[in-house]
């Protein structure tokens, strides 16, 4: 028994890459994948995890040198670095608890449907991943209570599950997605207060009048909507705001071109390799429950393609940047998650019946309270980086992203953790 | 019967998300079925701009806009529903 104690502490003091792969292959030989594929999946899931970590390496050094010259040559105290959702997610897939939270967190969902308070099967085992950082969210506040942290994945789940139910006639009548929905945590998490600001919006006499030619906008501003752009020039500015010279910005922006247009391909890795899992976790799922009828539910990225959700997340990416500068209270540098605005809008274009106008103005109420969140998360998400392995130099900037740090529903969690903590811990 | 190598562009809003799921599931499709193609994973807003050199685009996502080349929206390959009917539209379409 002793053995066998020493032989768990030693893997898990190897660390997320050593970790992950055994979990994985764990998981792939109970959801019956087979040895062979369960191995490959959890060799290439630490890949994939080995290039993130090299990638935000590279983020946090360059980019983080210059918005620090950026203080201190212009005060823009913009110090906590938005890594994006590649990084969040790989970061809740490399703790521990990861493992342990997929088969708990199919058998809520299981037992949801069976006790009728959800008709969504979600067979979108990718997107666990917000989850799963709600999960460690907790785990980490109350300094490492696993059981905690499981509590706050499934709180988590229940309400993604629930909303997701609540928001299906959106999918299905406005996306036109038949029998789907979407328990993602950023569509949902958003629609928390995007769709009631919304409603407000739509409110304001004549702003239904009022709209905007997504074809144009997509024209006019497509390149907006291209990451390894918004890295280049976002880069070089920072670069010169923070007094480089011109050759040096430039440097600062072709390494942050090469962070936008690198992290998600190791994304796509890690991604890769947790398809035999997820589609053997599917199939579990669909032999429990042959023809019922359910919603399946997945990723929210099935309507990004929306030309009111492109244009909308479009011209968001300059307003949140903008806001990002002139907001009081907000320390975060928006950069990787720019391009995750697309799903925070989702349901706020839905509501807004595809106005452009009333989901920009929408929008850019709930980027002002994301920045705020996401930089009241700041501490406990570079710790959940931290803790995940990757590699920070000493004294850098905290890490924080738009997706998980600027998330409604996450950060509710967070503050649940807390209360929690300071009365229990 | 038309031997030139067809070119898919499998698309999804990110690029890198359900776009990977299907790019494997359509080049085994091809194969499968013996059509030649090259298949390209991009964003769908690339879409448009890619599709002189291409015979068909399967998307996982809705559509932004009209394309003169024949479009197959594959979200039952993500949800598992009716994803028969899709192998079998693409087939028809590059045959």
Known sequence: MQTLINVVNYILNLGPTAILPIAMLIIGLIFGTGFKKAFKSGIIIGIGFVGINLVIGLLSDSLGAAAQAMIDNFGIQLTIIDAGWPASAAAAWSMPISALLIPILLLVNLAMIVLKLTKTLNVDIWNYWHMIAAGATGYIVTGNNIWFGILCAVIYEIVILVVADRTQPYVEEFFGLEGLTFPTGSPIGFALIGVPIAWLVGKVPGISKLNADSEAIQKRFGILGEPMMIGLILGMTIGLLGGYDVGAAFQVGISMGAVMLLMPRMVKILMEGLIPISEAAREFMNKRFPGRDLFIGVDGALAVGHPGILSTSLLLVPITILLAVIVPGNGVLPFGDLVGITFFVVFVVAKSNGNIIQSVITGTLMMIITLWLATDFATVHTEMMVGSGFNFPEGAAQITSLTTGGNPLNWLILKFAELYQSLFG | ?95
């Open chain 2, 1 to 95: 019967m038309n031997s030139s190598v067809k070119k898919v562009l499998v698309a999804c809003g990110t690029g890198i998300a359900t776009s990977t799921v299907v790019v494997e599931r359509v080049k085994k499709l091809l194969a499968d079925n013996g059509i030649k193609a090259d298949v390209e994973q991009i964003k769908i807003s690339e879409a448009k701009g890619k599709q002189d050199n291409a015979d068909l685009i399967v998307s996982t996502t809705i559509l932004p806009t009209t394309y003169e080349i024949p479009t197959v929206i594959a979200t039952g390959y993500i949800s598992g529903m009716n994803a028969e009917q899709i192998d079998q539209k693409i087939i028809n379409i590059l045959q």
